[in-house]
């Protein structure tokens, strides 16, 4: 009997384990080259639940796309991008906006690192924080 019990409270305590992981990270797949050199189609990405204002420019972080995010052919999954500008910053170069306009509250400004293959705010202006999934940690490899 007591075998059972620890068995249940050994089953309990892993799936509580696993559950508070999915809480906090997600994994995610690249797959276009938007974000090349530095990641690369079919690279998997473990990537930790934040918010915005503990992000900083330069992370690469992790979106849900919105109609605008998705161009000419409907996208699923998430959107990888380099954080360009946070709350308070100058909007970038190129991106919609007035100009010497600073990024409002609750917004922010995503580039791809390879201009070129990349659909990024110079084409859908400002994401709001609610698309944030989170910050990339570590790029697992393919």
Partial sequence: MQAVIAAVLI????AA??????RRFVLATVSGFSMAPTLLPGDRLLVRRASLSR???????????????AG????SGYVIKRLAAVPGDRVPEHV???????????????L???PDASRDSRDYGLVTQQRL???VVR????
Avoid: C, E, K, Y
Wanted: proline share 13%; net charge positive.
């Fill in 133 to 135: 999934v989170g910050v």
């Fill in 96 to 110: 919609p906006s007035p100009s010497n306009a600073q990024v409002p509250p609750g917004w922010m400004a995503l």
């Fill in 17 to 22: 384990f696993v559950m508070l992981l999915r």
């Fill in 72 to 75: 000419p052919r409907p996208r």
């Fill in 55 to 69: 992000l900083r420019v330069g992370d690469i972080v992790v979106v849900t796309p919105d109609t605008r995010m």
């Fill in 139 to 142: 790029a697992l490899g393919t």
């Fill in 11 to 14: 089953s309990a305590g892993v």
């Fill in 112 to 114: 791809g690192d390879n």
